[in-house]
């Protein structure tokens, strides 16, 4: 059975930084693409970015660069994200995915497995 499970997430204020994590197990990975992505409320699920199986490629939604960084370890199957210079409008619930196409996309329909989310809030 797959599971994605997700941590770190928490209480911050503003300007200050998290580091989401995500292991993956239940199945081999390899040649997998995994992305983070999050949902405030009343909006829809929206890209963060993704990293490929090797780690050598990411993606990040245009918004987040320079503030967001994913990264991974391929030994353990895990993914993070370290946020940086948290705003308010980053509070969400932050969702973990895994592509197995492997091709590193940012649309949500494409990836097959999903975390049940950690809620991330940054207050002003």
């Known amino acids: 059975q797959v599971q994605l499970v997700e941590s770190g997430g928490g209480l911050v204020q503003a300007g200050h930084s998290l580091r989401l994590s995500c292991t993956a197990s239940?199945?081999?990975?390899?040649?997998?693409?995994m992305g983070w992505f999050r949902q405030a409320p009343g909006k829809e699920r929206e890209f963060v970015a993704v990293?490929?199986?090797?780690?050598?490629?990411?993606y990040y939604a245009d918004s987040l660069k320079g503030r967001f960084t994913i990264s991974k370890d391929n030994a353990g199957n895990t993914v993070y994200l370290q946020m940086n210079s948290l705003k308010p409008e980053d509070t969400g619930v932050y969702y973990c995915a895994v592509e197995l196409g492997g091709r590193g996309t940012r649309r949500r329909r494409e990836y097959d497995y999903w975390g049940q989310g950690t809620q991330v809030t940054v207050s002003s």
């Open positions: 239940g199945r081999t990975f390899s040649g997998s693409a």
């Open positions: 990293i490929s199986w090797s780690g050598n490629y990411t």
